[in-house]
């Protein structure tokens, strides 16, 4: 039977693993190992010290996603980025299209928000941070960890109910429902407490809390349901979007919006470097592309003559 492994033999495995791979990934190892920890110890039953070691090394390889990286870089370090999982994808086509991309060195850590916000309180050498919320940020903000007024909100996300095995007509099937539910874990995943407040909205909460499967994050959510281990979930639409998957978008109404903000580190050595990506996700063109994903843009849309006249048809006809 499976037995939790010692914190005391786990340091000196992790210490291990640490010094071999020193020479290969130093400078990221020391920013995710707290991330790690928190997986490894807290999370997962393991039966052995070799368990941990590749737990380690599959880990790494699946949280560190370098997106560019040029050959003769003039930065001295990568840009690290730290995403939250939602923002992940679509931040990857955003910087498909960055200008100079080939002279630019930029490292991708995907994760919870929640995660993410933990790693940079303890010293995690992020340079930027997509959040998926405003509470993380703000938070960072107060205890000035954060470069003053780099604290932008970039996108707002939505959630829509999917299923991979059939076609869904409305939320109403959600009354009729008996099996597991997948949403991300409400404590840590913004999605996850937008889901969790829509289902109290719907008066649902009691009905399926005791089905759900809560992920990590919300790629593990979506990766639950894609792979048909949960029939059933709340999922974020850009989810949907990017992967030309139809679901039913969730009311806004239903949930607190899901304003996503981001942050420059104050510890930076690359702040320029920084507010430069900052920038151009901010920019109207990114956003226009961010609105094509399924998030909803922070740019209004202008209000042309054709959907005024729309406008009035609707009240007219609603008077």
């Known amino acids: 039977m499976p037995t939790l492994i010692s914190p005391l033999i786990a340091r000196k495995i992790l210490s291990l693993v640490t010094k071999l791979l020193a020479k290969l990934r130093a400078d990221v190892l020391s920013a995710l190992l707290h991330n ?129 095995t059939q076609p869904l007509s409305s939320l109403d099937e959600l009354n009729h429902y008996s099996g597991n539910l997948a949403i991300a874990n409400p404590d840590t995943a913004p999605y996850g407490k937008a889901a969790q407040q829509a289902l109290k909205h719907l008066s649902l909460w009691s009905h399926v809390e005791g089905k759900l499967i809560t992920g990590i994050n919300i790629n593990q959510t979506f990766q639950q349901v894609r792979s048909q281990a949960v029939p ?41 470097l920084a507010q430069t990506i900052s920038d151009f996700i901010l920019q109207a063109s990114s956003q226009s592309k961010l609105q094509k994903l399924g998030y909803l843009s922070i740019i209004p849309e202008p209000i042309s003559e054709s959907n005024m006249d729309n406008t009035s048809k609707v009240e007219r006809q609603n008077d």
């Not at 990017?242 to 969730?250: A, S």
């Open 36 to 164: 790690f920890w928190h997986l490894v110890i807290q999370k997962l039953t393991v039966k052995s010290p070799k368990e941990v070691i590749s737990l380690c090394l599959t880990w790494l390889a699946l949280q560190v996603n370098p997106v560019y990286a040029d050959d003769n870089p003039t930065q001295q370090h990568p840009l690290r980025i730290a995403v939250a999982a939602n923002f992940a994808p679509a931040l990857k086509v955003l910087l498909a299209d960055l200008p100079n991309k080939n002279n630019i060195d930029i490292q991708v850590i995907s994760a919870a928000t929640g995660t993410l916000y933990q790693q940079i309180k303890h010293g995690a050498p992020f340079d930027l941070f997509l959040s998926a919320d405003t509470s993380r940020p703000a938070l960072l903000e107060q205890d000035k960890l954060i470069i003053a007024g780099s604290r932008k909100t970039y996108a707002y996300g939505q959630i829509a109910l999917w299923s991979a």
């Open 232 to 272: 059933l979930g709340i999922v974020a639409y850009s989810q949907l979007t990017i992967n030309n998957y139809h679901g039913v978008i969730i009311p806004s109404e239903y949930y607190q919006p899901i304003a996503q903000q981001l942050v420059i580190v104050k510890s930076t050595p690359q702040a320029k």
